[in-house]
Protein backbone atom coordinates (compact mmCIF):
# COMPACT_ATOMS: atom_id res chain seq x y z
CA UNK A 1 0.00 0.00 0.00
CA UNK A 2 1.47 3.18 -0.65
CA UNK A 3 2.06 6.25 1.80
CA UNK A 4 -0.91 8.35 0.51
CA UNK A 5 -3.28 5.65 0.90
CA UNK A 6 -1.80 4.71 4.47
CA UNK A 7 -2.29 8.27 5.47
CA UNK A 8 -5.98 8.16 4.22
CA UNK A 9 -6.93 5.98 6.85
CA UNK A 10 -5.12 7.73 9.85
CA UNK A 11 -7.13 9.27 12.36
CA UNK A 12 -6.68 12.90 13.04
CA UNK A 13 -4.90 12.60 16.01
CA UNK A 14 -2.08 10.48 15.09
CA UNK A 15 -1.98 12.14 11.95
CA UNK A 16 -1.21 15.74 13.16
CA UNK A 17 1.43 13.98 15.61
CA UNK A 18 2.94 12.19 12.34
CA UNK A 19 2.90 15.19 10.39
CA UNK A 20 4.75 17.75 13.19
CA UNK A 21 6.95 14.73 14.41
CA UNK A 22 8.23 13.85 10.79
CA UNK A 23 8.23 17.91 10.00
CA UNK A 24 10.58 18.05 12.94
CA UNK A 25 13.06 15.57 12.10
CA UNK A 26 13.52 17.55 8.81
CA UNK A 27 14.23 20.25 10.18
CA UNK A 28 17.17 18.60 12.31
CA UNK A 29 18.16 16.97 9.03
CA UNK A 30 17.67 20.55 6.83
CA UNK A 31 20.27 22.24 10.29
CA UNK A 32 22.66 19.37 9.98
CA UNK A 33 22.80 20.06 6.02
CA UNK A 34 23.56 23.11 6.81
CA UNK A 35 26.50 22.62 8.78
CA UNK A 36 28.00 20.32 6.28
CA UNK A 37 27.21 22.99 3.49
CA UNK A 38 29.25 25.59 5.69
CA UNK A 39 32.04 23.40 5.96
CA UNK A 40 31.96 22.03 2.26
CA UNK A 41 31.78 25.80 1.11
CA UNK A 42 34.51 26.92 3.33
CA UNK A 43 37.04 23.79 1.92
CA UNK A 44 36.08 25.30 -1.56
CA UNK A 45 36.57 28.66 -0.75
CA UNK A 46 40.25 27.32 0.36
CA UNK A 47 40.88 25.28 -2.78
CA UNK A 48 40.44 28.18 -4.97
CA UNK A 49 42.39 30.59 -2.72
CA UNK A 50 45.32 28.29 -2.92
CA UNK A 51 45.28 26.97 -6.37
CA UNK A 52 44.82 30.79 -7.43
CA UNK A 53 47.77 31.64 -4.96
CA UNK A 54 49.76 28.35 -6.47
CA UNK A 55 48.61 29.43 -10.13
CA UNK A 56 47.70 26.16 -10.69
CA UNK A 57 44.66 24.58 -11.61
CA UNK A 58 44.29 21.24 -9.65
CA UNK A 59 45.51 19.93 -6.42
CA UNK A 60 45.33 16.76 -5.47
CA UNK A 61 44.68 13.96 -2.44
CA UNK A 62 45.07 10.33 -2.83
CA UNK A 63 41.92 9.31 -3.57
CA UNK A 64 40.42 12.77 -5.24
CA UNK A 65 41.71 15.35 -7.84
CA UNK A 66 40.37 19.37 -7.66
CA UNK A 67 40.04 21.43 -10.87
CA UNK A 68 40.03 25.01 -11.10
CA UNK A 69 37.06 25.92 -13.72
CA UNK A 70 36.33 29.86 -14.29
CA UNK A 71 33.38 31.11 -15.78
CA UNK A 72 32.38 34.71 -16.56
CA UNK A 73 29.07 35.80 -14.44
CA UNK A 74 26.86 38.66 -15.69
CA UNK A 75 26.13 41.48 -13.05
CA UNK A 76 24.38 44.63 -13.89
CA UNK A 77 26.45 47.54 -14.32
CA UNK A 78 23.86 50.19 -15.98
CA UNK A 79 20.23 49.24 -15.47
CA UNK A 80 18.96 51.71 -17.55
CA UNK A 81 20.90 50.74 -20.58
CA UNK A 82 20.53 47.18 -19.84
CA UNK A 83 17.04 47.80 -19.69
CA UNK A 84 16.77 49.98 -23.39
CA UNK A 85 19.34 47.41 -24.76
CA UNK A 86 16.10 44.88 -23.77
CA UNK A 87 13.51 46.63 -25.02
CA UNK A 88 14.74 47.62 -28.88
CA UNK A 89 15.96 44.59 -29.53
CA UNK A 90 13.10 42.48 -27.98
CA UNK A 91 15.53 40.47 -25.64
CA UNK A 92 13.45 39.83 -23.54
CA UNK A 93 15.12 36.50 -22.69
CA UNK A 94 17.77 38.61 -20.66
CA UNK A 95 15.22 38.54 -17.82
CA UNK A 96 13.67 35.96 -15.62
CA UNK A 97 9.87 35.97 -15.91
CA UNK A 98 8.28 35.82 -12.79
CA UNK A 99 6.30 38.37 -11.08
CA UNK A 100 7.90 39.79 -7.40
CA UNK A 101 5.18 37.69 -4.96
CA UNK A 102 5.34 40.64 -1.99
CA UNK A 103 5.22 43.53 -4.12
CA UNK A 104 1.54 41.92 -6.25
CA UNK A 105 0.32 41.07 -2.77
CA UNK A 106 1.44 45.08 -1.43
CA UNK A 107 -0.61 46.22 -4.26
CA UNK A 108 -3.70 44.05 -3.94
CA UNK A 109 -3.47 45.16 -0.25
CA UNK A 110 -3.97 48.33 -1.38
CA UNK A 111 -6.83 47.55 -3.53
CA UNK A 112 -4.56 48.23 -6.79
CA UNK A 113 -5.38 45.53 -9.40
CA UNK A 114 -2.80 44.10 -12.31
CA UNK A 115 -4.06 43.34 -15.27
CA UNK A 116 -2.82 39.67 -16.45
CA UNK A 117 -2.19 38.15 -13.29
CA UNK A 118 -4.28 35.64 -11.96
CA UNK A 119 -4.63 34.27 -9.05
CA UNK A 120 -5.04 30.86 -7.24
CA UNK A 121 -5.38 30.24 -3.50
CA UNK A 122 -2.38 28.20 -1.79
CA UNK A 123 -2.50 26.11 1.57
CA UNK A 124 -0.10 25.73 4.25
CA UNK A 125 -0.66 24.79 8.07
CA UNK A 126 0.85 26.04 10.96
CA UNK A 127 1.58 23.57 14.30
CA UNK A 128 1.97 25.00 17.91
CA UNK A 129 2.51 22.25 20.73
CA UNK A 130 -0.49 22.35 23.12
Not at 32 to 47: D, F
Not at 70 to 95: C, H, Q, S, Y
Not at 101 to 113: C, D, H, L, S, T
Request: glycine letters at 4%.
Amino acid sequence: MALQDEVAELPDTLLVSLYENTRQKRLALDRESARVKESETIYQGELISRMLHQKTGALASQDYIAKLHEKDVPTPGDWAEIRKFIIENEAWELMHQRLSVKAVAERWEAGQEIPGIKHYPAFSVTISKL
